[in-house]
C-alpha cells in the first residue's frame, strides 16, 4: 500500500467514526471533564493566572484559592488542610509515597510490602527501591484479587517501613479489604509507628467512600483525571504524625514537600470534580451497578463461554473485565474503535505490549491465552443502557 492510499485509508476511517455514535467506555483511563468542573477553572486560566508564591495581589489572589481548595478537600477525605499535598498525577503522588517513605525510613528499614496487583506507579517504584537493596514482598492475591491477609499477617516484619495496597484495582475492579489491613498493621505497629499504610484510592471516589480516617490510612493518592477533573493534577494526602522525604527540590512548594509552582486551575477543577463526586457517589453507584448486572447478561446472552475476571459481585459498579476465549483482545479493541466504541484490552497506564498479558490477570491466576482474550469495560456518568445495546451489537 502506498503512503497517499495509507493516509486516505486512514483519514476515510477517522471520518466514519465521527459520523458514528460515540459510545466511550474507558472510564478507568480517564473521564471526560464534567462541564461544571470546566466552568470553576476558567477564570484561573484567564484572569487569576498569578503565581501563588508572588507577594503581589494576583500571586496572593491565587494562594488564597489554593488554600480554600486544600480546605474543601480536607472535609471530603477527611484530616486537615495541611495534610493535602498537591502533585501533577496519580503517579506523582504514589511515587511521593513510596521514595519519600524509604528516604526518611531507610535507616530503620528496608522492607516494603505492597499487593501482586498494585498500580504501575507504585508496581515499578518498588521493583526500583529493590534494585537499591530494599526487601520487597508481594503479597499473592485470591482468583478474585483479593490480598491474602494471613500471608500479609506473616509478612510484616521489624524492618518493614511501608505497606501499599491499591483500594479498588484498576483493570478488575476488586475492592480490597482496607479496614482489615488497616486493623492488622495498627495491631502489629512498633515504637516507631511503623509500618505506614499507603492506599492507592485514584479510582475509588467516585464510587466509595474516601474518609482517609476511617480507612486508616497515612498516605492516600487520588487522581484528578478518574473523578471528571483535568488531567495533570493529583493529591497526596500525608497524616500529620508521619514525616517523608520531598521527591522534587526548587522553590520549597507544598510545605516543602513538592517544589514546583502550583496549577492553580487544575486544583481549582480538582476540588470541583471531587465534591461533585462526593455527592453523586450513592446514586451513582445504585444506578451503574444495575447497568453492570445488564452488561453482563447482555454478554453471557451472546458468548456463553465468556469468563468475568474479578469479583463481578461485589467490585467496583464501574468495571467489568471479561476473558471471550474465541476472541483476541487486542483486535476487539481496535474493531470496535472504528465502530466508535472506546473500551481497553487493560490499564492505560502501562506500554501497549499485546504479546505480553497483564501483570493484574496472570496474578488472579489467569492463563497466558485467557489474559490475552480479556476486555475491560469501564462505565462512567454517560453510560446508558442504549450504550450497552450499542457494544454488544459490534462486539
Known sequence: MSAFSLLWSIDRNYVLILLMKEVYLDNAAATPVDSRVLRKMIPYMKNEYGNPSSLHFKGLEAKRAVIVAREKISKIIGGSPFEIIFTSSGTESANLAIFGVAEQYKNIGKHIIVSSIEHAAVFESVKKLQKLGFKITFLKVDAKGYVDLDELKKSLRRDTILVSIIYANNEIGTIQKISQISKIIKTYRNNNNLPILHIDACQAPCLLSMNAGSLGADLLTLNSAKVYGPKGVGLLFKNKRITISPTILGGGQERGLRSG????????????????????RASETKRLSAIKKYAIQKIYGKYPEAIFNGDTENGLASIINVSIPSKVAERMVLDLSIKGVCISSGSACIQADSEK???????????????????????GRETTKKDIDYLMKYL
Do not use: H, Q, W, Y
Open 261 to 280: 509552582t502550583e496549577n492553580v486551575a487544575g486544583i481549582i477543577g480538582f476540588t470541583e470534580a471531587l465534591g461533585i463526586s462526593d455527592k453523586m
Open 357 to 379: 498479558p497483564s501483570r493484574v490477570l496472570s496474578a488472579i491466576g489467569l492463563t497466558r491465552e485467557r489474559a490475552l482474550a480479556s476486555i475491560r469495560i469501564s462505565m
